[in-house]
T-cell receptor, first 116, second 113 residues
Framework: AQKITQTQPGMFVQEKEAVTLDCTYD???????LFWYKQPSSGEMIFLIY??????QNATEGRYSLNFQKARKSANLVISASQLGDSAMYFC?????????????FGAGTTVTVRA | DAMVIQNPRYQVTQFGKPVTLSCSQT?????MYWYQQKSSQAPKLLFH???????NEADTPDNFQSRRPNTSFCFLDIRSPGLGDAAMYLC????????????FGPGTRLTVL
């Protein structure tokens, strides 16, 4: 079964607008971490934001915020005030407890294109 | 700045000619990972080291080997590259623990002729 599901293969957003990237996850482990990464065309994976399963508040990091809905098992990324440099592939990932050897499970990714 | 470095950034090899990709880190992380990523796909984990303990993914071909001579360095050896091995190879590091992010290097783009 897919551990991480990203249902939006590609999205277009107007510059300065906000965009929400969907991510749902599947785990029976009570301890897990959720991560979002950005991958521009250059190829480097850039860590954006993290949410722990026991965190009470939604994570925020500059223009990035994570809408964490634990009961629904969703961890959507919100990018506010989009910039042209935000055009990239975005991956949602999950890391489960020690029994999983600290590996990341990645979603299929969402390509975001910001239009001027 | 502490970082993950991969060399070379671009590697061209011939079908069947062994190739070695290099990764080094100044973060002093105990876990190092190698991923293969093909175009428009998610990274696929090949193997990882937790300190000196090597962990191979079940579906990683025998053609792929790895060495970690010390904390800072990790190598990916492809013994007999095939056309299907052309991809971006990403090295990542992390501290052990669920809540620690992985830090990725810039990747090595491998072309097989």
């Amino acid at each position: 079964a897919q551990k991480i599901t990203q249902t939006q293969p590609g999205m277009f957003v107007q510059e300065k607008e906000a965009v929400t990237l969907d991510c749902t996850y599947d785990t029976s482990d009570p301890s897990y971490g959720l991560f979002w990464y950005k991958q521009p065309s250059s190829g480097e994976m850039i860590f954006l934001i993290y949410q722990g399963s026991y965190d009470q508040q939604n994570a925020t990091e500059g223009r990035y915020s994570l809408n964490f809905q634990k009961a629904r098992k969703s961890a959507n990324l919100v990018i506010s005030a989009s910039q042209l440099g935000d055009s990239a592939m975005y991956f949602c990932a999950m890391r489960e407890g020690p029994s999983n050897d600290y590996k990341l499970s990645f979603g299929a990714g969402t390509t975001v294109t910001v239009r001027a | 700045d502490a970082m993950v470095i991969q060399n070379p950034r671009y590697q061209v090899t011939q079908f069947g000619k062994p190739v070695t990709l290099s990764c080094s880190q100044t973060l002093n992380h105990n876990v190092m990972y190698w991923y293969q990523q093909k175009s428009s796909q998610a990274p696929k984990l090949l193997f990882h080291y937790y300190d000196k303990d090597f962990n191979n993914e079940a579906d990683t071909p025998d053609n792929f080997q790895s060495r970690r001579p010390n904390t800072s360095f990790c190598f990916l050896d492809i013994r007999s590259p095939g056309l299907g091995d052309a991809a971006m190879y990403l090295c990542a590091t992390s501290r052990g623990g669920i809540y620690n992010e992985q830090f990725f290097g810039p990747g090595t783009r491998l072309t097989v002729l």
